[in-house]
């Protein structure tokens, strides 16, 4: 037994169902990928970026001035949740009597940023009078010593 059924033909609907499937998925994963970037974004690195290209080779010079210290720190947490930063040279003697700042930030953005003021409990030992709450937070120090300068980006769990 034989059919004599036609063979199915390619039509032009057949090639538009193909085209308009294939750019519906482009266009789904654009925004798919659009949506993740903007909401993953946490801010402005800079407000200028022609201001800050102009400012770089003096942030290379005050690196360069930075790792001329050899300073060595350690920053924690103490059971209070204390930001605890210990400050040493580069022979391991404590750095002591300088004055340290710094501003606890939320890893993703979803917490205020929180400003610490340490005190120094010992030689070298500084301690934020403030603790954190709990979770992950990125610690910027500012820390002043004589006519030194030292800026420090610690993250802490």
Request: hydrophobic share 45%; glycine share 12%.
């Amino acid at each position: 037994m034989s059919s004599n059924l036609p063979a199915p033909r390619f039509t032009g609907w057949h090639i538009a169902g193909i085209l308009v499937a294939f750019f519906a998925v482009v266009i789904a994963v654009n925004v798919l990928m659009a949506t993740i970037a903007v909401r993953s974004f946490g801010g402005t690195v800079v407000e200028n970026s022609y201001v800050a290209s102009q400012r770089f080779n003096g942030w290379l010079a005050a690196a360069r001035a930075q790792d001329g210290l050899r300073w060595k720190d350690d920053v924690v947490t103490d059971g209070a949740r204390h930001v605890v930063l210990t400050l040493g040279d580069y022979a391991g003697a404590p750095v002591g009597g300088g004055t340290v700042g710094a501003v606890a930030q939320h890893p993703l953005g979803r917490a205020a940023d929180i400003p610490l003021a340490f005190h120094e409990t010992a030689p070298g030992r500084y301690v934020s009078v403030t603790g954190l709450p709990a979770g992950r937070w990125r610690v910027r120090l500012d820390v002043r010593h004589g006519g030194s300068e030292q800026h420090l980006l610690r993250e802490i769990d």
